[in-house]
Structures are given as C-alpha cells and as structure tokens.
C-alpha cells in the first residue's frame, strides 16, 4: 500500500501545471493585434490561458452588466468601463487608458479617392454605399456619425449608409464590395492581410471627443489575479510599443 501511495504522490508531481483561464472581452479594434498582446503577456505570466471574445463595445457592456463571466474589458472607449464601475460590475480603481483609436477613410474601388474627403464622396453618384459601424453600440460608429454630422453630412448620408455591428464588419463590408468607401478604424488597415490594400485618408480629430480606449477589470474578474495582470501589461512598453504598430495612438494616461 504504500508503495501505491508513493508512485501516485510521484504521478501527481509530474502533471503539468493547469493553466488558469482568463476570459478578455476587447473591442473589434483589436483584432488585428490582440494575439500579439495576449503572447507578449504570457511571457510573463505562462500560468496563464487567456481566451478572447472580439466584438462591439457595447454589446460587451450589456452582456457584462447582465452578468456574463468576463474578467477584463477592454472597451474602443472609455465611457463603457465607466459606466460598468458606476454599476457595481467593475472596478473602477483599475480603469486604465491604453490607446486612442483614429478613424479613416478607406475605399477600394480605384475610382474613389478618400483624399478627396467626405463631403466629396457623399456627393459622388458613383458611391452607392458608405459604411460605419453602429453608432448606438460601437465606438467608432458614434465618432463617424459625430463626424459626419459636424461636417453637416449626416442627413446627406442617410440613403448611402450601411451599418456594420462592429468595425470589424464595417470593414468587411469594404472588402467586398457592399460599399465604396467605410469609416473604420486606422488600426483595422495595419492588420497583415489589409495593409496596402486600397487607399485611405485619415480623419482629422479637430472638433471630435479623442476615442480614449479603456481597460477594466470587471466584478467576475476581482478574483482572478490575471485580470489585474493583464490590464497593468498594457502600459508596459512590450504592449505599447505593439498598439503603436499596429496604428493606435498612445494615450498618455496609461499606468504601467
């Protein structure tokens, strides 16, 4: 018997570790860099399996006000984790900035030119479709649709618009052909398979609230050590230094 006891004391030292999940709810924005960051985290933390849901802002703040299981947040802006802290369902101690996202431009159709500005390509007869993501549950939708109408375009619009779910719709949108031009994110044109394809006109800021991208460890996260780990990662320089490459600004609030 306790030769039994002796060889099953050395099995169970010999299993490997359990990693210890992490569930990350982030923004459609990401897409294109969150593998990046999730494996430069692990680096520091291989106890770690984090797992990652990509989708609309605010479709991941309703889910996480009704009680969905996500430990970190991270919002395309700042007013979804606020508001989540308000409620009791995150902790707004650990509200962090991470980036700015930057709205552009972006056509493939070799007849439309995004330098010539919107106003021009609302105009245009040949531009049948103009895609933003949605203004009531995305980010980038609202700060489109605040573009748009700051630049007295957004009744004008109206017939042309297609709306995506989430940026990442909103671009896929563009690739094939049901629209001419889309506002997406900057970030979004840096992903591998998309850098250089087509033409694209960054949007200037002047008048528009910057998209202040947030951080946030929510109320099913406060037990999960991770959670913590991971939002601080995103002021560290491996993570910023990622952001800025794949065409985010970097907000000057990140905590390291």
Known sequence: MKKVLILLLASMLTLPALARPLLVAAASDLGYCIDELVAAYRKTAPDVE?????????????????????????????????????????????????????????SLDPQVDPHRGLAALVADARVKRVAIANPATAPYGRAAKALLELDGLWDKVQPKLVIGENIAQTAQFVQTGNAQVGIVSYATLHATKLKGVGRFALMPQDGLAPLEQGAIVTRAGAGNPHALGF??????PAARAILARNGFALSTGTRE
């Open 50 to 106: 984090p797992k990652v849901s990509l989708g609309a802002s605010g479709n991941f703040f309703a889910q996480i006000r009704n009680g969905a299981p996500f430990d970190v947040l991270l919002s395309a802006d700042m007013d979804y984790p606020r508001e989540l802290a308000k409620l009791g369902a995150a902790d707004g101690a650990t509200l962090t900035p991470y980036a700015i996202g930057r709205l552009a431009l972006w």
């Open 231 to 236: 939002v601080r990662f995103l002021g560290s």
